[in-house]
């Protein structure tokens, strides 16, 4: 099984909303990542939890809070958005344990419209 | 930092017929990873098929296999008898063996398969 799983699968919100995406496996992955991809661009890293440690793209703005409650579940909290943050949120994960073993498997995302 | 190149925005191939799309990446590292994966109309990333840098024969999954030329920093994608569900944005990508890091995508090419 290699389902990774994303609710919601839409959402429209206003730039005063605080929402939250939620991304789930069991596949005993080890790390998981956040991308967000732009209509007909490719997807970009966002952040990645290994092993339940965060590490950070510093280019992403903190209106996007991620939290990673335990080794199968990331969320990704939103909090003041900009229309510019419309985009295809993609989660993915790996297992992270040993080298042959790199695959990231990816969600289906999140698409997001800000109003 | 690395970079992924796909020179070719769009291929257009004919239902039956073999197409490849090319990559080319940079790096100074001798261990990596390389991947295409494939995102239809509904935006789920699929992984098409991964090579380890280290392995000298190339990958080959049905009607998909790889040309990985390792001094020439190359890494195309063949797909033989084509199907009408191949159509789809297909994005390379690489990955250092280390752990932490993410995927870096090339730009995409946009596959159209025609009767």
């Known amino acids: 099984d290699t389902e990774v799983t994303q609710t919601p699968k839409h959402l429209v919100m206003g730039m005063t909303n605080k929402k939250s995406l939620k991304c789930e496996q069991h596949m005993g992955h080890r ?8 209509a007909k661009k490719p997807p970009e890293l966002m952040f990645v939890y290994s092993y339940e440690k965060l590490s950070i793209n510093e ?14 579940l990331l969320n990704l909290h939103l909090h003041a958005l900009q229309p510019e943050d419309s985009a295809l949120y ?4 790996s297992l992270r344990q040993t080298v042959t073993q790199e695959t990231q498997y990816f ?9 | 930092a690395q970079t992924v190149t ?9 239902e039956a017929e073999t197409v490849t799309l090319s990559c080319t990446y940079d790096t100074s590292e001798s261990d990596y990873y390389l991947f295409w994966y494939k ?19 190339n990958a080959t999954e049905n009607r998909f296999s790889v040309n990985f030329q390792k001094a020439a920093k190359s890494f195309s994608l063949k797909i033989s008898d084509s199907q009408l569900g ?18 870096n995508f090339g730009k995409g090419t946009s596959l159209l398969v025609t009767p």
């Not at chain 1, 993609?90 to 994960?93: E, M, P, R, T």
């Open chain 1, 59 to 72: 280019s992403v703005p903190s209106r996007f809070s991620p939290e990673c409650p335990n080794s199968s």
């Open chain 1, 107 to 115: 969600g289906p995302g999140t698409r997001l419209l800000v109003l």
């Open chain 2, 86 to 103: 191949d159509a789809a944005m297909y994005f390379c990508a690489y990955r250092r063996s280390n752990s932490g890091y993410a995927l």
């Open chain 2, 39 to 57: 995102q239809p109309p509904s935006r789920q990333m699929i992984l098409v098929i991964r090579q380890e840098a280290y392995k000298q024969q």
């Open chain 2, 6 to 14: 796909q020179s070719q925005p769009e291929m257009s191939v004919q």
């Open chain 1, 90 to 93: 993609l989660c993915a994960s």
């Open chain 1, 31 to 38: 790390a998981m990542y956040w991308y967000k991809q732009k």
